[in-house]
């Protein structure tokens, strides 16, 4: 089992910056693919970014390339999600999400995924 806990939420104005952490337990962090998914109001999740086990590779939406940079410690046990530039519409919960150890490749799709964090509000003002 591996228990993710996401912290770093908050509320921000357009233009603002916040950064989302993500605390892994229970396994050898560094044996998983990592992801930040997000869940807006009457929508359905989504994939906004991942790396993988070494962060040699990463994924972005297409929404948030160039604002957003993932990056992992895998001395920490930690994943991150500096979000720049924020917009209104970024507004989402934020999951955290990791792959089992046996998936070692980087995954953009939610059952792609199999251990959750219980998610952190980001909402942006105009």
């Known amino acids: 089992q591996v228990q993710l806990v996401e912290s770093g939420g908050g509320m921000v104005q357009a233009g603002g910056s916040l950064r989302l952490s993500c605390a892994a337990s229970?396994?050898?962090?560094?044996?998983?693919?990592m992801g930040w998914f997000r869940q807006a109001p009457g929508k359905e999740r989504e994939a906004v970014a991942a790396?993988?086990?070494?962060?040699?590779?990463?994924y972005y939406a297409d929404s948030v390339k160039g604002r957003f940079t993932i990056s992992r410690d895998n001395a920490k046990n930690t994943v991150y999600l500096q979000m720049n530039s924020l917009k209104p519409e970024d507004t989402a919960i934020y999951y955290c999400?990791?792959?089992?150890?046996?998936?070692?490749?980087?995954?953009?799709?939610?059952?792609?995924?199999?251990?959750w964090g219980q998610g952190t509000q980001v909402t942006v003002s105009s």
């Open positions: 999400a990791a792959r089992s150890p046996s998936r070692t490749e980087v995954g953009v799709r939610e059952s792609e995924y199999d251990y």
């Open positions: 790396i993988s086990r070494r962060a040699g590779q990463t």
């Open positions: 229970g396994r050898t962090f560094s044996t998983l693919v």
